[in-house]
């Protein structure tokens, strides 16, 4: 099994940054993807972006583009959302899912989710 542990989130004020950490542990070799998703109150889960386990470029959701970068370090299994100029609109539950599935598209194994917000 994967177990995935999320940490870094927190309040911040709008314009600020912040860095989230989901470090996986157990089996990752049977990771194929790993993605960041959020889910704001009232509203519906969304990808904000993934990258393959084994490297290459990430995918990023079109509305953070330029303002959130995913990336990973294979030493300690660890991949990070870094957020810069956060704006409240970014309030959310943030969570890092992990796919073992061919694909960026499904991903079965959730971390506990870390809460950001942002703060006008």
């Known amino acids: 099994q994967v177990q995935l542990v999320e940490s870094g989130g927190g309040l911040v004020q709008a314009g600020g940054s912040l860095r989230l950490s989901c470090a996986a542990s157990?089996?990752?070799?049977?990771?194929?993807?790993l993605a960041w998703f959020r889910q704001a109150p009232g509203k519906e889960r969304e990808l904000v972006g993934s990258?393959?386990?084994?490297?290459?470029?990430?995918y990023y959701k079109d509305s953070v583009k330029g303002r959130v970068t995913i990336s990973r370090d294979n030493a300690k299994d660890t991949v990070y959302l870094q957020m810069n100029n956060l704006k409240p609109e970014d309030t959310a539950v943030y969570y890092c899912?992990?796919?073992?599935?061919?694909?960026?598209?499904?991903?079965?194994?959730w971390g506990q989710g870390a809460q950001v917000t942002v703060s006008s």
């Open positions: 899912a992990a796919g073992r599935y061919p694909d960026l598209v499904r991903y079965d194994l």
């Open positions: 157990g089996r990752t070799d049977s990771i194929y993807a």
């Open positions: 990258i393959k386990w084994s490297g290459g470029s990430p």
